[in-house]
């Protein structure tokens, strides 16, 4: 990070932070250095500065952490997803059409499944269920009777129950098959209902994805058919006078594929597979090639996992064209295509925005130095020693300085082991210890070259800021598997950032952090953010959270669900944009309640304790109902810091 000290320009915080090569589009770095969200992929001019969003919200008396999603975001991708392959598959020629499908369990609020299902509804986008539940929901909400509902995980009699209900009011329900046992039931109740239904197989794939999840796929993945038990299938449902119920073929090798090999190859197989199952007289009339299209979160555009080396057109590309030359060479008819993707969705849509409360720095602490008569020979040293740093400029003497100071640190810590430094001695020698490495650092800020060694104290001297949230509630894939969110202040990008930090949440887990970064080559442990002041509040998004972290989150600490807004743009605002709606978080009485706890309860054993001491004459009454007040509406207010 060597960049002037006196000039500093947007482009030099586009090069820290990768706006524009994560943002998609959605988001850049505004000349004022506010963050912007541009949310509607069509409308370039129609920009959001999302400092203000975040002023009213304050206005509004919303407390932070909070979430912010742009619905026009997501209804961006969803159109440009369903165009792209609308485009694709008319220039290609192909025969079949896109029946898109979004997955229920990369975000499953019903606002967020109400928005894709209604910006989905002209492009016919159904949805997919992986559980009782999310078909529960997708019953209710997939109501448009063109699109399809994907019904994926292992299933038990209620849950075939529940899909045929679906088939009863005419919804295209496609009951996939990923176990052969699921046949069975389904194929007995089929029967005693006296239904037809709509089946899919799900292929296990040789092929493997590449990434985090290349488990998905490959002999030992969990869900799937092989293929002798996809021909068995095929001859058991022929004996059951069902075979022609068989009208899709699935497979999903994994989510975050960060190679676009992976999905050629897999489109080759099962383009292959289908056209086998063609020629023996299966009649599928649809492949469905699962999710997986993956998100650059690091905007480095490569295969490291947390990014990929291709965009969606190239995506949807491979698989129009792939399935177009396979079919053509087998001569068989193109099947119409789903895909399931959510991560691809969503993820952009929202982001958390916090604010950073403190800093913990190993030389914040100031303690005073003064020479004490009698002292050790080492606190003396190491005085002297910053001292010489006034000459160290001339001499270029920093590295002798360093080692120095390294080695006096260390016999310092063996004095006092052993008895022979006090206390007072060896907090003199700490403090004077970071103010040496403070100062080298400064000092060498200037220079061409830095030595090796000595760019280890920029690591030694970085801060730790402390932001009021939780890591597990809101960032779980950061601590769970090491992804990359991108961190950037909301603001103040037109001023260098001189800090290098990483940031520690509020929970009482030292695993509550976020220290991976994007960095300049590769992934950083830390990152340039600026000085904090007193009289300004300082807030950082993490974003990229709509897939997956926005629901995934858990109950550490007793956290709980943030406090939401759902943010419409709009033209004729001089702002560009309104709140529709404000979704509140968690209050402590709502975390306390899901742990079987009862507030009321609660508070009337406080209360009575309270009673006990005033009647004890050591709690005079008034204060007493003053207590107990504030233990109520500490109950019933946010569990994250207050500002
Ligand atoms: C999780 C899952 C998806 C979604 O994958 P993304 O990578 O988020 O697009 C799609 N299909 C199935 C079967 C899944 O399990």
Request: glycine share 6%; hydrophobic share 40%; net charge negative.
């Amino acid at each position: 990070m060597k960049t002037s000290l006196t000039q500093w320009s947007i482009e030099d915080a586009e090069n820290i932070y990768q706006v524009k090569r994560w943002g998609n589009g959605y988001f850049d770095i505004g000349e004022n250095g506010d963050i912007h969200v541009i949310p509607r992929y069509d409308q370039p001019n129609l920009k959001i500065n999302l400092k203000e969003v975040v002023k009213e919200m304050q206005s509004e008396g919303i407390q932070f952490p909070a979430v912010i999603r742009f619905h026009d975001i997501l209804r961006s991708q969803v159109e440009l997803l369903n165009k792209t392959f609308r485009n694709t598959i008319e220039e290609a020629n192909y025969e079949g059409q896109y029946f898109g499908v979004f997955p229920v369990k990369v975000n499953q609020m019903r606002e967020v499944i109400e928005e894709i299902v209604e910006a989905g509804s002209r492009y016919n986008y159904g949805l997919e269920a992986g559980s009782k539940p999310e078909l529960i929901a997708a019953l209710a909400y997939n109501t448009n009777k063109n699109s399809l509902t994907i019904l994926n995980g292992y299933k038990d009699e209620e849950y075939l129950r529940l899909a045929l209900l679906g088939l009863k009011i005419d919804r295209n329900i496609i009951i996939v098959i990923e176990k052969f046992s699921e046949l069975i039931k389904l194929v007995e109740l089929a029967k005693t209902l006296d239904i037809k239904p709509i089946i899919g197989l799900r292929v296990k794939m040789m092929v493997k994805g590449r990434g985090k999840w290349e488990h998905s796929s490959g002999e030992r993945a969990k869900f799937g058919l092989s293929i002798a038990e996809i021909l068995n299938a095929v001859a058991y449902l022929e004996d059951a006078g069902l075979s022609d119920c068989v009208k899709l073929l699935h497979f999903h090798i994994g989510s975050q594929l960060t190679d676009i090999r992976a999905i050629k190859e897999a489109v080759q197989e099962a383009s292959l597979v289908y056209s086998k199952l063609i020629k023996l007289g299966v009649p599928l009339e649809y492949v469905d090639v699962g999710g997986g299209l993956a998100i650059d979160y690091d905007g480095s555009q490569s295969t490291n996992d947390s990014s990929c080396n291709y965009n969606l057109a190239e995506y949807v590309s491979d698989i129009v064209y792939g399935f177009k030359q396979n079919c053509d060479l087998e001569s068989v008819p193109h099947p119409h295509l789903v895909s399931e993707s959510g991560r691809a969705m969503t993820a952009h849509h929202s982001c958390v925005i916090t604010n950073i409360i403190g800093e913990i720095h190993p030389s914040g602490t100031q303690y005073s130095t003064g020479k004490a008569t009698g002292e050790h020979i080492i606190v003396t040293n190491i005085r002297d020693l910053e001292k010489g740093l006034i000459e160290a400029e001339k001499n270029n003497s920093h590295q002798e300085i360093y080692n120095d100071v390294t080695q006096l640190k260390s016999q310092a810590m063996q004095a006092f082991k052993l008895g022979i430094l006090s206390l007072d001695e060896l907090a003199k020698v700490e403090t004077l210890y970071w103010r040496i490495l403070n100062t080298i650092e400064q000092q060498m800020h200037l220079h061409e070259f830095i030595p090796e060694e000595l760019n280890d104290i920029s690591e030694m001297l970085s801060s730790q800021y402390l932001a009021n949230f939780s890591v597990f509630q809101s960032a779980a894939d950061s601590w769970a598997i090491d992804q990359i969110l991108p961190v950037v202040p909301i603001s103040r990008l037109n001023e260098k950032p001189t800090k290098l930090c990483s940031l520690v949440d509020i929970t009482c887990d030292s695993d509550g952090k976020i220290d991976k970064f994007i960095g300049q080559d590769s992934v950083a442990n830390n990152i340039p953010m600026h000085t904090l002041k007193e009289e300004e509040d300082y807030f950082i998004g993490i974003f990229l959270t709509g897939a997956y972290q926005d629901v995934m989150g858990d109950m550490h600490n007793l956290f709980g669900r943030l406090n939401e807004v759902h943010i419409v743009s709009y033209d004729d605002d001089p702002k560009d944009f309104y709140i529709e709606e404000v979704v509140n978080g968690s209050s402590v009485d709502n975390v306390l309640s899901t742990m079987q706890y009862t507030p009321a309860i609660m508070a009337q054993m406080i209360k009575k304790e309270i009673d006990a001491q005033i009647a004890r004459g050591k709690i005079k009454p008034r204060e007493g109902v003053n207590l107990i007040d504030f233990y109520e509406a500490c109950l019933n207010g946010y569990t994250y810091l207050k500002q």
